[in-house]
Structures are given as structure tokens and as C-alpha cells.
């Protein structure tokens, strides 16, 4: 499976875009990257999925590059409320179902 | 999406004692997930249980340590054994769905503290 590589932590200002970055150099070609997050002492929440074109959804925005080797999730406008930790994950199909591999993921913190 | 909820929610044992951790979700499902979460660290997958058959197990983890039951498409237990403080975590289960490519949605998590 695809390893993703996230900065451990980023900061944003409150009203502001929040772009996330992950790397996964060595995804392969029927690999989806997948983006969830973790608000403290919640379960992870799905955000949002993609294969090659740019997503997005009423939560979010996903970039992928035309390589496939990176991509950004994009806040659009980041409340308090967006302060988790964000988990890039590649995924593929694996005797008939997605199956995640969480990596540390990057904490955001959302400041006033 | 999928509603997902976990019992108890949190609970303290004693070491040597097992707990078992219910999910129930609002939708029939084909696959349900167990995670765990140690303290400060990232989720790692425990086992996938299909309905109907036995589950599977990911690598460093047993049956015996952490039997699981999948009685129905809507519902599924995890046990952990013969408890001591390392297995201290949340445990989380989760599950797949979705239309166009499936996706896995997550309960709330079940946090355990062992003495």
C-alpha cells in the first residue's frame, strides 16, 4: 500500500483558507486518496475522496495533482470548529473492501 | 452516510477481566471494521468481520485476544481478553458504505482504561 507523508502540524487564522498537504509519491493506479479527520475524542469523520480529478464536496475541496504523486485538501474558509487532526489516506481494494492505513496525520489548529 | 454507535462508551477495568464492546448501526452493512487507538497515536486496524464468516485478522493481532462476533448485517461485538493496562485505548469500529465507491464511516469510540 501507499505510504502518505503529511506535515505533522499547521496553523491557520480563523475565516481563512486551510490547505493541507500530502505526498504519496508511490500511490499506484487504482489507489484513491481519501481524507478524514479527528476532532479530539471523536471518532474520525470522512471528508472527502478522490482518484485523479479534483473533488468537492459541501465540506471541502481535494486537489490532485496530474501525477497523482501529491495532492491538497483545501478548507475554503476554516472555523474554530475545523481544529482536528487530518489523516491523507491511499486506499485500495483489498479482498473486496477499502482498506485504510492511518499514518500520524496533520494537527490543525484554527486560531481567532 | 451510516449512523454508528458504540456501548459503553467508556468504561475502567480491572486487569485480568474481558469487555465486550457492542456496534450497532442504523443500516444493513457487509462490512464492519475494529480499530484501535492507543493514547496519542494513530488508528490501526484490528480485524474486518463480514457477516457470515469468520473475521480477519490483521497482523499482531488474535483471535483469543480480541474475538469478535457478526451476528446479523446490522450489528457486531468486539471482545478483549484477559485485560492489562497496554490494552488501554479507544476502540473504534466503523463501517462501509456508500454508492459510488464504498466508503467507511466511523462510531464514536469506545474508551478503555485499564488498572
Known amino acids: 500500500d501507499a505510504k502518505t507523508t503529511q506535515p505533522t502540524s499547521m496553523d491557520c487564522a480563523e475565516g481563512r483558507a486551510a490547505n493541507l498537504p500530502c505526498n504519496h509519491s508511490t500511490i499506484s493506479g487504482n489507489e484513491y486518496v481519501y481524507w478524514y479527520r479527528q476532532i479530539h475524542s471523536q471518532g474520525p469523520q470522512y471528508i472527502i475522496h478522490?482518484?485523479?480529478n479534483n473533488e468537492t464536496n459541501e465540506m471541502a475541496s481535494l486537489i490532485i495533482t496530474e501525477d497523482r504523486k501529491s495532492s491538497t485538501l483545501i478548507l475554503p474558509h476554516a472555523t474554530l470548529r475545523d481544529t482536528a487532526v487530518y489523516y491523507c489516506?491511499?486506499?485500495?481494494?483489498?479482498?473486496?473492501?477499502?482498506?485504510?492505513?492511518f499514518g500520524a496525520g496533520t494537527r490543525l489548529a484554527v486560531h481567532p | 452516510s451510516a449512523v454508528i454507535s458504540q456501548k459503553p462508551s467508556r468504561d475502567i477495568c480491572q486487569r485480568g477481566t474481558s469487555l465486550t464492546i457492542q456496534c450497532q448501526v442504523d443500516?444493513?452493512?457487509?462490512?464492519m471494521f475494529w480499530y484501535r487507538q492507543q493514547p496519542g497515536q494513530s488508528l490501526t486496524l484490528i480485524a474486518t468481520a463480514n457477516q457470515g464468516s469468520e473475521a480477519t485478522y490483521e497482523s499482531g493481532f488474535v483471535i483469543d485476544k480480541f474475538p469478535i462476533s457478526r451476528p446479523n448485517l446490522t450489528f457486531s461485538t468486539l471482545t478483549v481478553s484477559n485485560m492489562s493496562p497496554e490494552d488501554s485505548s479507544i476502540y473504534l469500529c466503523s463501517v462501509e458504505a456508500g454508492v459510488v465507491r464504498e466508503t467507511q464511516y466511523f462510531g464514536p469510540g469506545t474508551r478503555l482504561l485499564v488498572l
Open positions: 489516506i491511499v486506499s485500495r481494494l483489498f479482498g473486496g473492501y477499502n482498506k485504510l492505513i
Open positions: 443500516s444493513q452493512v457487509t462490512m
Open positions: 478522490g482518484l485523479k
